[in-house]
């Protein structure tokens, strides 16, 4: 959509470290056991991970459709977006992947501890500019807000 690369390889190492602390701290979070033993259904997995995926993949790209074509945000601008956008939304996936009850943060302190750092990090890098440009929220939300009133 805009000829260039939108995360910076900087970028995508921050996006696959603050994942990684996330991942590591699951590790002891305890997770409810199922009722009956499980058989792997990989053909149901793989389509769960297809729709899964699939929606990220919609989700992300509607987000930076709208911040180009409805916000006029530059490249810079686009690339704070993707990676807070990327951030969240591999929190949420996680969330979504490891409970049969659909969200739910994690019961253990550690992993708590860890998502709320790791959300933490990525607003710190994002509104203080940190190997991106730096964007307020409040800034966004006032050029969405002035974009979406124009006729």
Do not use: K
């Amino acid at each position: 959509m805009t000829g260039h690369a939108i995360l910076t390889p900087l970028l995508m190492v921050l996006i696959m470290i603050t994942g990684d602390f996330l991942g590591m701290s699951l590790t002891t979070d305890n997770v409810s056991p199922s009722p009956t033993p499980n058989a792997w259904r990989i053909g149901n997995l793989t389509l769960a991970g297809i729709a899964m995926g699939l929606g990220e993949l919609i989700f992300c790209t509607s987000v930076l459709v709208i911040g180009i074509y409805r916000l006029g945000f530059d490249l810079e601008t686009l690339r704070t977006l993707a990676f807070v956008v990327i951030v969240f939304g591999n929190q949420a996936t996680t969330y979504t992947n490891r409970e049969r009850r659909g969200y739910v943060l994690p019961s253990e302190c550690l992993g708590r501890r860890s998502s709320v750092a790791d959300l933490a990090i990525a607003s710190t890098f994002a509104i203080g500019g940190i190997a991106m440009r730096p964007c307020l929220p409040l800034w966004w939300l006032a050029r969405w807000l002035q974009q979406s009133s124009l006729p």
